[in-house]
């Protein structure tokens, strides 16, 4: 009996010292992973943040630029065609308003809901600019009365459609920077 014993505490001498030190460097280890992943997270977030900022930054530059080319006074020159007649020419106008805001579409997810809603308000302001000025000039006039008639309007105004819509934007891409 006194060999088994002898055994037996012989093996003990040897486990319980190595079963302590495994549990400490499990514990240890698995803390230090834990910690790393944690790390490794912040850092995948920090880096991807960073990496869609030209992304966004490009969204603003798109958005402004239609903003740009659907203001009526860049707009009117680049689409009137000689002897175009006003009805002719307000169709065309809203095509190319809307042919533009369609190719613009997908950057919403790049700004606020606030600044993707004041470029819908400029889009409408425009719009509803080439109504009331193809309405004051009827159907029976032309091209060039038409555009007459938005500049008249645009000059009362004193103020462009896009100007708010566009110092949105820029405000928000300066955040950015």
Request: no cysteine; proline share 3%.
């Amino acid at each position: 009996m006194n060999e088994v014993l002898s055994a037996i505490l012989e093996i003990l001498k040897y486990t319980v010292p190595s079963g302590i030190v495994f549990a400490t460097a499990y514990f240890l280890l698995k803390k230090f992973l834990e910690e790393q992943r944690e790390v490794a997270i912040i850092q995948a977030n920090a880096s991807s943040k960073s990496d869609m900022i030209p992304t966004r930054l490009q969204a603003y530059e798109r958005l402004i630029l239609f903003l740009e080319r659907i203001e009526p006074n860049q707009m009117i020159p680049r689409v009137h065609r000689p002897a175009m007649s006003s009805a002719v020419f307000k169709r065309e106008l809203q095509k190319t308003i809307r042919e533009e805001f369609e190719h613009n579409l997908t950057q919403q997810i790049y700004v606020s809901s606030q600044a993707w809603q004041k470029l819908i308000e400029s889009r409408n302001a425009v719009n509803q600019l080439v109504e009331l000025a193809a309405k004051n000039v009827g159907d029976n006039a032309t091209g060039v009365q038409l555009s007459s008639a938005l500049f008249e309007i645009l000059s009362k105004a004193g103020v462009s459609p896009t100007a708010g819509a566009i110092e949105v934007l820029k405000a928000e891409a300066r955040q950015l920077l």
